[in-house]
């Protein structure tokens, strides 16, 4: 059995993504780790929960590959927003190419992680990516 922390007990966030079996695996293991987990199967559907939320996500996942609006302008379109500009999207691919995570993070991602998701990591990914953010760095340190 996979032993998930809790890290993100109470926090809502938004997993992006036209894959269904990639939405499943990602929310099921959020939902384990704690959060209150919303999905979008594509760019406009995402922007819309976005639009409707009462507050900003605590972060968001995206998808980079995705019909009709990629992930890349799904993040244009967010940091147009000013209520979302500090949420922190992280970008999920299965581009692993040289020099992806490079170009990820220089439009705006606050990081990367490559599909196919490990179920086994996939949380401690997280963790290790949003721990250097510093209002989330103290809950996020004892796990």
């Not at 799904?74 to 209520?83: E, F, N, P, T």
Request: charged share 20%; aromatic share 8%; glycine share 6%.
């Amino acid at each position: 059995m996979i032993k998930i922390p809790r890290a993100f007990v109470g926090w809502d966030v938004l997993v992006i993504d036209d894959e269904p079996d990639n939405l499943e695996v990602a929310s099921r293991l959020l939902k384990y780790g704690g959060a209150n987990v919303v999905v979008a199967r594509d760019g406009k559907q995402a922007l819309e929960l976005v639009a409707a939320h009462p507050t900003p996500f605590k972060f968001i996942l995206c998808d980079l590959s995705m019909p009709d609006m990629d992930g890349w302008e799904v993040l244009y379109r967010l940091q147009q927003d000013s209520r979302q500009q500090a949420v922190p999207v992280i970008a999920l691919t299965a581009h692993a190419m040289a020099g992806d995570r490079e170009r990820g993070l220089a439009a705006g991602f606050h990081n990367y992680i490559t599909k196919p998701l490990d179920p086994l990591h996939f949380v401690h990914q997280l963790i290790t990516i949003l721990i250097d953010i510093p209002e989330y760095a103290e809950h996020l340190k004892t796990f």
